[in-house]
């Protein structure tokens, strides 16, 4: 399998977890970037857990780094406090609530599932296993697969010439190189 394939797999897995991310974090009024600060600060040592840290970790502005600790202090995820030595300096860490809410969120539901799917199967290709994983995670997330056209079941190749059974509308040689939200996997290769 080329590399740009098995890349475009990576992310296109990465875009359906950052998807079911959103959509479970907006549930609860936060951003991914949120869940990505509690999570640093729940593994990171006491020289690491200052605002210029997290800063510094996420490559972000000060300012988008200062208001996601402004959501996440509102609502009591995580505590401040100043340095013993040097009182300019102020430590994070996750309140009760926080550690609460990263143990409750943190296993993404869509993953669970599709790692069902995969532990029975094995794989002689990254790509393959990385295909095999895409449509797991897509099954579990009942998300469109976004798929290539001509691998569609809907696709229809005859004397060099390309037809849509779903439209029923002719289909040129770059359309049959683009991903369609309504693609069907013709079969798993
Ligand atoms: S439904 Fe979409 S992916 Fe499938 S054949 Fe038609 S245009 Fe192509």
């Known amino acids: 399998m080329q590399d740009t394939t098995t890349f475009k797999l990576i992310e296109r897995i990465s875009t359906l977890l ?49 208001q996601s600790l402004q959501v996440l202090e509102r609502k009591g995820y995580i505590d401040k406090n100043q340095d013993s030595e040097d009182g300019r300096v102020i430590h994070l860490a996750l309140s009760v609530r926080g550690e609460k809410l990263l143990n409750e969120i943190q296993s993404l539901d869509v993953f669970s599932q599709a790692e069902e799917a995969l532990t029975s199967q094995d794989f002689s290709t990254i790509g393959e296993a990385l295909k095999t994983t895409l449509l797991a995670l897509q099954k579990a997330n009942d998300a469109k697969s976004f798929g290539v056209c001509h691998t569609c079941i809907n696709f229809d190749e ?10 029923q509308l002719p289909l040129s040689r770059s359309d049959a190189n683009k991903i369609c939200r309504e693609h069907i996997l013709a079969e798993v290769e």
Do not use: M
């Not at 005859?158 to 439209?167: A, G, M, Q, R, V």
């Open 18 to 66: 950052r998807s079911e991310e959103r959509k479970k974090y907006a549930a609860i009024g936060l951003h991914p970037i949120h869940v990505q600060v509690l999570d640093y600060l729940a593994n990171c040592n006491h020289h690491s857990d200052t605002p210029a840290a997290v800063t510094e970790y996420f490559g972000l502005t000060k300012g988008t780094v200062s």
């Open 158 to 167: 005859e004397d060099n010439h390309y037809l849509c059974n779903l439209t």
